[in-house]
């Protein structure tokens, strides 16, 4: 449920007193992740990436070779979904884990050993850097913390309050704490390559789904069909889905999780091996992406295969599921 002040808010940002626009309350824009980033590197090769994917969880598995004769030491980096308080306050995107600056799970091993990397936090509005100022004044620096936000509110001075509001941070309403500064965070870490050898690195999150309510008339829309490679077959199985939707509307639910995969371009070649798992989760669920040759390996999985790879399309694969249940939205 929305709390009031974010109901309030969605009422001003309708009535165009705030410049963030309102989103529905039945529906969510998925955030942008991906594998890991590195500084262009010539020497190392991406042998293999082995990629699943499900609506709860993204694993990735990459073997990484050194090219060269000498060690190559690198900064490996996982960027986290950027979070734009003006547009995600007043949404209904829920993340898998809001109170925490880790917000996705991330975890990952190299060689099959746990890894800690650093987090670097940045928060900017506009293109002003507030980073140190919600430091200071111990706030989080993502505006999605709303608990700790509401806290803040209530420690800090009248004064100090209304001079945040004046910098853009805050909406100038009674009683409103959602913040409006854009944060961005990522992972990273040194990694040294033998030279000669593999390195294995596997790294594992949550997604930040997207969601929406799908009936008939927009999942045949050409444009709905193209974003996600709908086919026929995929049509006529949510077809049937909504000849079983027990509710009066026939809205079935449709999510989507979205991997960036073309930060692989800045390996030393294509990648030797290429392999995409999506579990669909119920066997009843449709789900559709944007890649040929799919093959269906079990009840509810799938499988996309590819040989020296070079990615030129970014992941966004569309989980469409029966009857009413749970969205993983405020």
């Keep these: 449920m929305v709390a009031p002040s974010r109901k309030a808010a969605a009422l001003l940002l309708a009535a165009g007193l705030l410049s963030a626009p309102a989103r529905a309350n039945d529906s969510a824009s998925?955030?942008?992740?991906?594998?890991?980033?590195?500084?262009?590197?010539?020497?190392?090769?991406?042998?293999?990436?082995?990629?699943?994917?499900?609506?709860?969880?993204?694993?990735?598995?990459?073997?990484?070779?050194?090219?060269?004769?000498?060690?190559r030491t690198v900064r490996i980096?996982?960027?986290?979904?950027?979070?734009?308080?003006?547009?995600?306050s007043f949404s209904a995107l829920k993340l898998p884990q809001p109170e925490e600056a880790n917000f996705v799970g991330f975890t990952v091993t190299v060689d099959g050993r746990p890894v800690e990397p650093e987090l670097e936090e940045r928060a900017f509005?506009?293109?002003?850097?507030?980073?140190?100022?919600?430091?200071?004044?111990?706030?989080?620096?993502?505006?999605?913390r709303f608990t700790e936000l509401e806290t803040a509110q209530k420690r800090i001075d009248k004064?100090?309050?209304?001079?945040?509001?004046?910098?853009?941070?805050?909406?100038?309403?009674?009683?409103?704490?959602?913040?409006?500064?854009?944060s961005e965070a990522k992972f990273f870490w040194s990694q040294t390559f033998p030279p000669g050898q593999d390195v294995r690195i596997a790294h594992s999150y949550a997604p930040v789904n997207g969601f929406h309510c799908l009936d008939l008339k927009e999942a045949s829309r050409a444009g709905y069909?193209?974003?996600?490679?709908?086919?026929?077959?995929?049509?006529?199985a949510i077809r049937r889905l909504h000849a079983k939707a027990p509710s009066?509307?026939?809205?079935?639910?449709?999510?989507?999780?979205?991997?960036?995969?073309?930060?692989?371009?800045?390996?030393?070649?294509?990648?030797?091996?290429?392999?995409?798992?999506?579990?669909?989760g119920n066997p009843e669920a449709v789900v559709s992406f944007c890649r040929t040759g799919i093959r269906k390996i079990g009840p509810t999985t799938?499988?996309?295969?590819?040989?020296?790879?070079?990615?030129?399309?970014?992941?966004?694969?569309?989980?469409?599921?029966?009857?009413?249940?749970p969205t993983g939205i405020r």
């Design 125 to 144: 509005v506009g293109e002003r850097e507030v980073t140190d100022l919600l430091r200071r004044l111990g706030m989080p620096l993502n505006p999605l």
């Design 159 to 182: 004064a100090t309050w209304a001079e945040l509001v004046k910098a853009g941070l805050f909406p100038d309403a009674e009683g409103m704490t959602e913040g409006l500064w854009r």
């Design 225 to 236: 069909r193209a974003t996600y490679c709908l086919d026929d077959a995929g049509l006529a």
């Design 30 to 71: 998925e955030l942008n992740a991906g594998g890991l980033v590195l500084v262009p590197e010539p020497g190392i090769a991406l042998a293999s990436e082995d990629l699943s994917i499900s609506r709860e969880r993204i694993d990735v598995a990459y073997v990484f070779r050194n090219q060269t004769n000498t060690p």
């Design 248 to 280: 009066e509307s026939g809205h079935l639910r449709a999510f989507v999780v979205p991997y960036i995969v073309t930060t692989a371009r800045n390996w030393a070649a294509p990648i030797g091996r290429f392999t995409l798992t999506v579990d669909k």
């Design 302 to 325: 799938f499988r996309w295969e590819a040989q020296d790879y070079v990615p030129d399309q970014d992941l966004r694969v569309l989980f469409v599921l029966p009857g009413p249940g």
């Design 77 to 88: 980096a996982f960027p986290l979904p950027p979070i734009d308080g003006r547009l995600l």
